[in-house]
């Protein structure tokens, strides 16, 4: 800070509270960038899970708002009162524009009608959302009820600034990234407890209670696993923990079976133990018993209409990429490609990173070119996205659980198994520099090491793939025919 | 501890089937022509079907294994035990029962509200001897439109789904059904000549009374003008009284 603070100074020659000032300014650039990237990916992302739920269900799904339909009808119509002899300046030059955006629109109308039909369902929604009355109910405990979406809101967001997007660009990067990012998801809770309060609503005050008992409970497995990771890596700093998966200047640097997962079978037991416990912590199916909707009307938010409504759903799937972001951060080698030779040789400029003899931590970290942030962002979106994308899978698989049900698994599956694992790894990192000295240096435990969790992803991957291509067996299909069949076949009444 | 291990691994394995089963649809509709159709063209995925509102093409689509249709009852297994009518939590049952001339215990009148039913399932739970059954028939909207009953079914009447041996056979109760309709008829018949007797009373004697009226309306009119003509000639009256 204090570098640029000067720099800055020296360079503009002003007093110091201007800089003050366009430092604060600059420092509201990512934050607005953000912030409509929330937006958009919170829009996207309900048009995706409308998409998969109609996938799973055999449905069609939004079909019917397309580029063309959309924003066509609006410029065509502009376009020809444009050229009418009666239209003002103003109206002529909206015209002219619209109509000379109308040959993009029908490009974009081929495209997104035959690769995402309906796409724009999410900007007709938002308008409709924004357009609605936000009602306040006359007995509702007015400020608390208005900024508790803004808090839910926040949480999700605050935790957006730390996660480590690739290699250079990122907002910012804590020497305490993950804790923050823990601490101030966990800020959910109180936005939704105060809406469900403030709501003076039986319903959304039980959803409010709800939502903090399993927040609290879930709390728990979460930090374990995080801690885990933190013991693994050695540092809190997400951008450290990318860098030690990454491997330094070891034979398996940058290859994929350098990531936590694979590294280590204690983080191999816990990644799925994070993810349900995420799963838990953003109120997603089957843990979103707040807002169960066969029971609570709606929990939290029964209360809320318009753009109220629309932030706490915002906020839930700013959560979801929170969380999946934070997931890959930890486990999956964040925004690494996972493949050696185009992560050392290609996005490097200079592989000059060093260990801290003994450990695994990074003493100086590698140099990329500035054009591999944008490939390592990519990467980053496109892991958080499959996980986000994993979630909604489960959303339309498995039915809600009941409290007990949710509670039982936090405490009596989830929070022993956390417990075991973190020992594991604690005793497993003691014993790290024994088995080095064994082996006779810290390259040969390294290399070692590297080779076994070769095998370990190989034999999980090669296990997940095989057992999502093996169709159901043909028993099963002849089993369900016969059945489909004679239910057709059944005597209806003679009615 | 093993059975904790034992229980984490079986669900575990349950979910991956679950997720198995999702995942065969979605890969299935993902690419296929159910996602890559233009928005105009409305051929579709395949629990989305363009009905035309005929039985053949209801009869196409193919609905999940434990669909949950219209109710059927095997009449020559049903022991009138009432438990369904028992466990429905709508009262849409109408059950009696008639011994038979060996003595067992047999439906006369089975019936079943389908405008109550709300296909919960749970009488075919209930039901001891498996008679009472879910059919895959959902289309219960055109059957009362379509077959030899064709225009019958319209009616209140057509919502009940009748069942059962005994005295009253679905001929006899049609008949019942006309021969009550036919009185009702024959009831509104009569008021209907009564009212039309009322009426042409009514009218005759409206006949007879606008003459009266325009009798009377006519002397009315004729006398309205006296007022006026009266009128100017009036005031001196009082004044000379």
Known sequence: ????????????????AWVWVLLAVASLIPCLIAFLAVQVIAGASTYVERKVAAD????VGPNQCNPNLFLGVFAREAAERGKSPKADFGGKVMGALLGAALPLIDILDKIGGRWAPGLLIFLADGIKLI???????????????KIAPVIVLASAFGALAALPYSSWFYIADFNIGIFFVVAITSLETIGILMAGWASNNKWALLGGMRSAAQIVSYEIPTSLAVLTAIILAGTMSLQGMIFVQI???????????????????????????????????????????PEAESELVA???????????????????????????????????????????????????????????????IATQPIYHWWAGFFHFGVFALKTYALVFIMMWIRWTLPRFRVDQMMSLCWTKLIPIGLFCLNGVAIWSLLRPYAAKSLGGWE?????????????????????????LTPLTTEEQERRKLIAVANLNKPVSSF | MIDFVKDIYDGMKTFMVGMKVTGGYLKENMWTEGVLQKHDDMTLAPNTVVYDGTVEKALQVQVADRFRGHLHNDVERCIVCKNCATAC?????WIDGQKTETGKLRPSRFDIDILKCMYCGLCVVACPTGCLTMTKEWWGSQRAQTGDSKGERNNLHGLIREFGVGYYTREQKLEVERKRIEIAEAKKKKAAEESAKKAAAAAAAKAAAPAHAAGAAAPAATAA?????????????????
Request: hydrophobic share 50%; glycine share 8%.
């Open chain 1, 1 to 16: 800070m204090i570098p640029i603070f000067e720099a800055l100074q020296s360079w503009l020659q002003v007093d110091a």
């Open chain 1, 56 to 59: 799973i269900q055999r449905r």
């Open chain 1, 131 to 145: 357009m609605k009355e936000s009602i306040v109910p006359a007995s509702a405990d007015k400020p608390l009820f």
């Open chain 1, 247 to 289: 491997g330094i200047n070891n034979l398996h640097q940058g290859w994929f079976w350098q990531w936590n997962l694979f590294s280590s079978p204690f983080a191999l037991i816990l990644a799925p133990a994070y993810f349900l416990a995420a799963l838990a912590e953003c109120n997603r199916t089957p843990f979103d018993i």
């Open chain 1, 299 to 361: 929990g939290y938010h029964t209360e809320y209409t318009g753009m109220r409504f629309a932030i706490f759903f915002m906020a839930e799937y700013a959560m979801m990429c929170v969380l999946s972001g934070l997931a890959v951060a930890i486990f999956l080698g964040g925004w690494s490609t996972g493949i050696g030779p185009i992560e050392t040789g290609f996005f490097m400029k200079a592989n000059i990173g060093e260990v801290i003899p003994g450990t695994n931590q």
């Open chain 1, 444 to 468: 040969n435990y390294h290399n070692l090491v590297g080779w076994m969790s070769l095998l370990v992803a190989i034999a999980l991957i090669g296990w997940v793939v095989k057992f999502f």
């Open chain 2, 89 to 93: 939590p709508i009262d849409c049952f």
């Open chain 2, 225 to 241: 003008p006296k007022p006026d003509a009266v009128k100017p000639a009036e005031p001196p009256k009082p004044a000379g009284s």
